[in-house]
């Protein structure tokens, strides 16, 4: 294995393998595999670039693109969700839901899904995260940096089976209203704005919400998310879940 570099322990393989497609053999290794996306998540290195340690690069992309689009990794996120809320005396599923957005740097060349965030200052694009009180990532989304954060968050609603039956609340900023509130809304769900004191001046922490911009920080320890170098979103946003993965991981037994 490659050195300085902590693969998937005995304990940890045998938490994920329920959520991964084992029931016929292989010539590669699928806990091989699991330990490329890390590392790539991790390091940040290019797909070419990926030691001789792990299996060719084809097969590692090929797996990362399967399990994005046909579900796995959305269901291995969860899983590891709750299996990390259940080792810290929590139930499976959360009540709150937190809610913000981040807008990063768009690697050069790449035009597809590409906006300025004027506010920011930013060209790029921008990753929308929904995330419980302790920082956990249930759900995210990229986009063209330009496009508002209540229309860019809109397509999460349609995930909302994903977030668990005991879900009541959502917190957002003041960015997100009008037909997000309304989609909330429909859904059973109630809307929660938190902002800082009207009297308030300068940087203030704002309460619940202040473990999105946590969580923005967890992920400057992931080269491969500390800006967009993929081509689509939906690529960018699987890092996304394969960085909380990774996290979940480190904090189990």
Known sequence: ????????????WQGITPW??????????????????????RS?????????????WPAVYYYFRRWQHDGTLQRLNRALNEADRHAQGQAATPTVLCLDSQSVKLAPRIAEHRGTDGGK???????QLLVDRQGRVWACRAHAANLHDSRGAAPLLLQ?????PRLTTVVTDRAYRGRFTEGLLARGLRHEVSSRPPSARGFVPVGPRWVVERT????????RVVMDYEYTPESHAAWILWANVT??????P
């Open 1 to 12: 294995m490659v050195e300085c570099y902590q693969p998937l322990t005995d304990s940890q």
């Open 20 to 41: 991964l497609p084992l029931q016929r053999k292989r010539r590669l290794s699928l806990r091989a595999v699991v330990d490329a996306l890390r590392y790539v998540c």
């Open 44 to 56: 940040g290195c290019q797909w070419r670039c990926l030691p001789a340690a792990f299996p060719p």
């Open 121 to 127: 200052c930013v060209n790029g694009r921008k990753r």
């Open 160 to 164: 909302r089976r994903q977030w668990g």
């Open 216 to 223: 923005f920080a967890w992920l400057n320890f992931f080269r």
């Open 247 to 252: 996290l979940c991981l480190n904090r189990l």
